[in-house]
């Protein structure tokens, strides 16, 4: 499966942008589309994801209320709309798709596998 991203660029504070990610194909296997994001000097960190079958949503806490993830399925993509960006939102955007659906770990965080993934797209917002 591959995986395209696009829709990054420069945003200021406060503002909007909406990333896609385009599944070459759509697999049986696939149980989640998600998105992760690895700022500079920073560990890549998970930031959403929703299953194909039922649409459900899953969200870090730091992203939560201000990022939606839906997906088309007929379309094989899936768009982050990314709202009221904050500086450290800065990061590379990647796209990836995951083999079984996030499971809540200790400090209640969710772990996705992340089977495949994308070349990444970057988002910088401004002050």
């Known amino acids: 499966v591959q995986l395209v991203e696009s829709g990054g660029g420069v945003v200021q504070a406060g503002g909007s942008l909406r990333l896609s990610c385009a599944a070459s194909?759509?697999?049986?296997?696939?149980?989640?589309m998600d998105w992760f994001r690895q700022a500079p000097g920073k560990e890549r960190e998970f930031v959403a994801a929703i299953t194909w079958t039922t649409g459900t949503t899953y969200y870090a806490d730091s992203v939560k209320g201000r990022f939606t993830i839906s997906s088309d399925s007929a379309e094989n993509t899936v768009y982050l709309q990314m709202n009221s960006l904050k500086r450290e939102d800065t990061a590379v955007y990647y796209c990836a798709a995951s083999n079984a659906p996030p499971r809540r770990i200790s400090g209640g965080t969710w772990y996705v596998r992340g089977d495949y993934w994308g070349q990444g797209t970057q988002v910088t917002v401004s002050s």
């Open positions: 194909r759509r697999t049986f296997s696939i149980a989640t």
